[in-house]
Each structure stands twice: as C-alpha cells, then as structure tokens.
C-alpha cells in the first residue's frame, strides 16, 4: 500500500498571504494525485487531478506541482473560504489512498 | 447535474446490520467507478473500496475488506455500503466519490451519511 505523507499538520497564515502544502508519496506514482478541500461539516471536493489540472470552477489561486513522489499544493492569496482541511490522494495504485490531511487556519 | 445522493443518518445498536446507500444522477451510471469513503469523527479520510457498476468488478482496501461489502444495483444507479454486525468502533461518517473515466481522481462527492453505533 502507498503511504501517503502531508506536512505541515496544521499551516497558520493570514489572509490573502501564500500557502504551501506539501504531500510524499511512499512510492513513485508519477503524476496519479489529486488535492480536496473539505470545509467543516461539508463534503470534500475535487480542487486538482493529474497533479497540477484544476478541476473545473476551481479559482485559479489553486495551483499543483510536482510528480514522482513530491508534489505541492500552493494557493496564492488566501481568501476566507480557504481556511479548511487539505487532502492528497493517490490513484496510481490499488488501494487508493489519503494523506492525513492539512489543516489551513487563520493566524 | 451529476450528482451522488446519500441515504440519511442511521443510529444503530453494535451486532445490528446496516446497508447505505448512494445514487447517482445526471451521468452514465455504469461508466464510473463509486468509491466509499469513511471519516471517523475529527478524524481524515480513509479509502474503504470501490466498485465498477458495469461489471460489479469490487476491490477492497485490506482495513474494510471481508468489514464490509459493496455492491451495485444498475437498474436504479445505486451503489451500497453494508455490514453485517456493527460495532461502535464503525461511528463515522460515510462518503461516496465518483471516479473520472480519464483519471482516477474523485470528481463527484456524495453528502456523507452519519452512522451512529451506540447501545
């Protein structure tokens, strides 16, 4: 099984300041990685696939990088309704699986 | 629109059985794998297995599998999530997902329903 690693746990940054999250794969999975947002008491949604696509309606402030087993998921200038948790997720191989997530607060 | 809809919150006693739901609308049902999702209580999430509705094709990630089982039901493009004796331990809640035909990644989410397991 892929092992999924997200760092930082938790990221405090003020609004409309840069983020960057970070996601290790255990293994190679080329560019097989999706980001979801899931805000509080909602379901997650698709922000980015095949490592840097935006999904479609995603703001273009959500920009992925990387492939192999290091990718970034930056957002350029934090709105409001950014602050939520960040997932990776691989799906190169079965079983697909989730990061432990990356918590995006208000400093 | 597409969309995956949820069948509604369950509170259950541990040894009860329990199937979910999740149905999908607006697209080819049988063309896209559903996936199950669970998120235990401020927890993340955790990917239990997935279907293919054309051909029932079902894998299982080692933590669910012989847990729970997923199955399919084409005629009404619904998809189910089912145990067979809960336990407490199986308080969540549980997503479905939809997954891309070009890609894998989940681009639908269904709403989550909320399972209680509680004596």
């Known amino acids: 099984e892929i092992v999924m690693t997200q760092s930082p746990a938790t990221l405090s940054v003020s609004p409309g300041e840069r983020a960057t999250l970070s996601c290790r794969a255990s293994e190679d999975i080329s560019n097989k990685l999706a980001w979801h947002q899931q805000r509080p008491g909602q379901a997650p949604r698709l922000l980015i696939y095949?490592?840097?696509t935006r999904a479609p309606g995603i703001p273009t402030r959500f920009s992925g990088s990387g492939s192999g087993t290091d990718f970034n998921l930056t957002i350029s200038s934090l709105q409001p309704e950014d602050f939520a948790f960040y997932y990776c997720?691989?799906?190169?191989?079965?079983?697909?699986?989730f990061g432990q997530g990356t918590r995006v607060e208000i400093k | 629109e597409v969309q995956l809809v949820q069948s509604g919150a369950e509170v259950k006693k541990p040894g009860e059985s329990l199937r979910i739901s999740c149905k999908g609308s607006?697209?080819?049902?049988?063309?896209?794998?559903i996936a199950w999702v669970r998120q235990k209580p401020g927890k993340g999430l955790e990917w239990m297995g997935i279907i293919f509705p054309a051909d029932s094709y079902t894998t299982y990630s080692p933590s669910f599998q012989g847990q729970v089982t997923i199955s399919v039901d084409n005629a009404i493009s619904t998809t189910y999530l089912q145990w067979n004796s809960l336990e407490a331990s199986d308080t969540a809640k549980y997503f479905c997902?939809?997954?891309?035909?070009?890609?894998?990644?989940?681009?639908?989410w269904g709403q989550g329903t909320q399972v209680i397991v509680s004596s």
């Open positions: 997720q691989q799906y190169k191989n079965w079983p697909r699986t």
């Open positions: 997902a939809r997954s891309m035909v070009s890609t894998g990644a989940f681009d639908i």
């Open positions: 607006g697209y080819i049902f049988s063309s896209h794998f």
């Open positions: 095949g490592a840097s």
